[in-house]
């Protein structure tokens, strides 16, 4: 990967934290704020990846290193909502 290219996705992932915050913070639309919270756990997983914006690292690396980050996401929200839905099951005596 180039240098310009590294700086590109390093300030496209801090841009995407800096937007992230703005949409929280405004004080007008509540579906704003929403999307600002989405952006807010996008934002930190992908600062895991600056460490590798860096030339010389190929583009195949950062794509590999997103996807294990993705798919760690996905196995600890599926432990979450399973977690959460067994406690509500065993004692809460839900349906």
Known sequence: MSVAAATRIEFAIIGIGVLALLLIFQPFSL?????????????????N??????????????????????????AAVTIAIGAAYLYGRLFIGGA
Do not use: D, K, W
């Open 31 to 47: 579906g704003l704020f929403g999307i600002g919270c989405g952006l807010v756990v996008v934002a930190a997983l992908a600062n």
């Open 49 to 74: 990846l600056l460490p590798l914006c860096e030339p010389g690292v190929p583009v195949r690396t950062i794509a590999n290193v997103a996807m294990i980050i993705a798919a760690i996401f996905v």
